[in-house]
């Protein structure tokens, strides 16, 4: 068996030697490299295997003119640009098994860019200097591997090769042991979304679906757990959606910090794969530590879920809102669709006594979701708790329904 080929993605230009450090370290390992150059300032310290001219007409662009406006944002659009392409179109033809970089703010603009357009599975390892802090923007809602590289990549020392050393023994670990998610799973595939006020709901689901002989994969509301469900619907891995909470959709009306962006609950319909939604904790919208909350929400209802995490109650009004949003996503899918709607209460503190609890609000959300959901979509209102077992048991065998045709 020939062996597996890393891709190694960087600015030859002005980390050559770093870079050909790290290809030797990995060749020693008995494995093959595949360089691809990604530097616009000045000529590669040593010749790649693909060139920066290459990955610049991917992009769209020409290196001769990006070499003479030595526009550094410009530059880096357009690389990262190419090498999104250039990385895509080698793990489509076979040709790598994993890919790593190595830089700063522009070499982990680029090589993330690049690792983002691969699926999950794929081995993907960047070492950064920005790897200590906020990589939401770098990572995305891919498995990207970030190793901080303590010392600035400029030049090589006895932290540089020692944390080199360390990424060329990652990389070849990951890909002795990868195995890319395929389409087609042993058991099919149902995506279910949960917060820990709505986890016994989804727990129990998720038992029932399970002895059916699905798999659920669940993922925590956090904003970018709605990004990476949308996404796995929209590379065509799930069959079916318990998007039993549906709370990044206030985060996002109302300005909270667990926002999943503008296209949440829109993948599934698009697909046309079936889907049960209820309105799982859209009683509340996420904040960091109490004094982070603006001050224009501070005479609001709050309630500090931990010493993290501060949650604001949603209002009539923005309830009727999000009835309103949810309708009219709904209303473009193009698969099998339940509204499923627990009538004592969204989430663990929507109860009666609770710190969250207010019918009207719920009730508010519900008119305005009747009034505009469209007749084809089943409606299922159910006397009970989101997380009663009642309600869970309903929730599963509407889905159990729609998979079985």
């Known amino acids: 068996m020939s062996a ?35 530097g616009v300032l000045d000529p590669p310290v040593f010749e790649p295997d693909i060139s920066r001219t290459q990955v610049a007409q991917a992009g769209g662009a020409d290196l001769d003119r990006l070499l003479a406006e030595r526009d550094r944002g410009r530059s880096v659009q357009a690389m990262a640009s190419g090498a999104t392409i250039v990385i895509r179109q080698l793990y489509d033809e076979g040709r790598i098994q994993a890919v790593i970089s190595l830089g700063g703010s522009a070499g982990t603009t680029i090589g993330t ?6 699926p999950v599975g794929f081995p993907k390892l960047m070492v950064s200097t920005l790897a200590s802090g906020n990589t939401r923007p770098y990572v995305g809602t891919k498995d990207i591997l970030m190793l901080y590289s303590v010392v600035d990549i400029a030049g090589l020392n006895i932290i540089s090769r020692q944390i080199l050393d360390n990424a060329a023994a990652a990389i070849s670990g990951m890909l002795r042991h990868s195995g890319t998610i395929r389409a087609e799973s042993d058991k099919p595939l149902i995506a279910a979304t949960m917060f820990g006020v709505t986890t016994p709901c989804v727990t129990k689901a998720r038992q029932i679906v399970e002895e059916r002989g699905y798999e659920v994969l669940v993922f925590h509301a956090t904003g970018t757990g709605g990004e990476a469900l949308e996404g796995l619907i929209a590379d065509g891995f799930i069959s079916g959606v318990l998007d039993i909470t549906t709370t990044e959709l206030a985060d ?44 224009k929400f501070k005479a609001r209802r709050l309630y500090e879920h931990n010493a993290t995490v ?96």
């Not at 600015?11 to 030797?24: A, I, N, Q, S, W």
């Not at 860019?113 to 691969?118: K, V």
């Open 4 to 38: 597996k080929t890393i891709a190694i993605l960087g600015t030859l230009d002005t980390k050559g030697e770093e870079f050909r450090y790290l290809r030797d370290q990995i060749e020693s390992a008995g494995l093959k490299t595949l360089l691809v150059d990604v």
């Open 113 to 118: 860019a690049a690792m983002r357009a691969l």
């Open 252 to 295: 996002e009306l109302v300005g909270g910090v667990l926002s999943a962006g503008p296209h949440r609950l829109e993948a599934a319909g698009s697909k046309g794969i079936p889907q049960v939604v209820c309105p799982g904790a859209i009683d509340m919208v996420n904040f960091g530590p109490m004094e982070t909350v603006p001050s």
């Open 310 to 405: 501060t949650l604001m109650r949603t209002t009539p009004e923005e309830c009727a809102q999000l009835g309103q949003i949810t309708a009219e996503k709904l209303n473009r899918a193009k698969g099998s669709v339940a509204f499923v709607m627990p009538l004592k209460g969204v989430s663990a503190i929507d109860v009666a006594g609770g710190p969250f609890y207010w019918p009207e609000a719920d009730a508010a959300y519900l008119k305005t979701l009747k009034n505009n959901l469209d007749p084809r979509i089943h409606l299922i209102e159910v006397d009970a708790h989101i997380n009663d077992e009642r309600f869970s048991t309903e929730l599963a065998h509407v889905m159990l329904g729609f998979l079985a045709g």
